[in-house]
């Protein structure tokens, strides 16, 4: 049973507007959630993170927002650029168990900005 | 600041030969460690963590194989590969209950 979905496997943007990447997750434990950028052949790389006691993180153009309630979380990115093309995956874990839980990541979603 | 190095990069392999593939990370101590792969056209899948020194999570069943001799070296084996463990396998780094921090992967293509 998948316990972090990645409903949308692609997503395509103009260049200039805003991206809008969704993730749901099942696990009521979750209290750490990430979102990772990963480049073809490339190890992917941190992006933002949020945990459970806030419900909105901003960094840059990026802005991640979670909704505890419908077990939600969704990245934004804006002004979306060329250079954001790449395979996004949220993560999510349980922090508070132990600090040792490993990540549960979706399956990603490719992102292809438009110029 | 920390580092992860992988390697080889990439690699083709027959068949039911062996496999070994090590990872290292330097700038910090006592890292949790994970092996993960990603099948083409696939997420992330875990295989293995690890919290310390010769302690071992195995998330998957298969005929891979995972060991921790050293406090920042984390080596992926196998004693015969089949076709199916074709992928690209990444290893990662966090600390306790911090992010964790991927290595550049190993392209494994098993012919």
């Known amino acids: 049973d998948q316990q972090v979905k990645q409903n949308s496997p692609s997503l395509s943007v103009q260049e200039g507007r805003i991206s809008i990447l969704n993730c749901d997750y099942t696990?009521?434990?979750?209290?750490?959630f990430l979102w990772y950028k990963k480049y073809p052949a490339e190890g992917p790389t941190f992006l933002i993170s949020?945990?459970?006691?806030?419900d909105k993180n901003e960094d840059g153009r990026f802005t991640v927002f979670l909704n505890k309630s419908a077990k939600h979380l969704s990245l934004h990115i804006v002004p979306s650029q060329p250079g954001d093309s790449a395979v996004y995956f949220c993560a999510a874990s349980e922090r508070g168990h132990s600090g040792n839980t490993p990540l549960v990541f979706g399956k990603g979603t490719r992102l292809s900005v438009i110029a | 600041s920390q580092t992860i190095h992988q390697w080889p990069a990439t690699l083709v392999q027959p068949v039911g030969s062996p496999l070994s593939l090590e990872c290292t990370v330097e700038?910090?101590?006592?890292?949790?460690l994970y092996w993960y792969r990603q099948a083409a056209g696939r997420g992330l899948q875990l295989l293995f963590y690890?919290?310390?020194?010769?302690?071992i999570s195995s998330e998957v069943p298969q005929n891979l194989s995972a060991s921790r001799p050293q406090d920042r070296q984390f080596i992926l084996s196998s004693k015969k590969l089949l076709l199916s463990d074709s992928g690209f396998y990444l290893c990662?780094?966090?600390?306790?209950?911090?992010?964790?921090?991927f290595g550049p992967g190993t392209r494994l293509t098993v012919l």
């Open positions: 949020i945990s459970s006691i806030k």
């Open positions: 700038g910090t101590s006592n890292p949790n």
């Open positions: 690890s919290v310390g020194i010769g302690q």
């Open positions: 696990n009521s434990m979750f209290d750490y």
């Open positions: 990662a780094w966090s600390a306790l209950g911090g992010e964790q921090f």
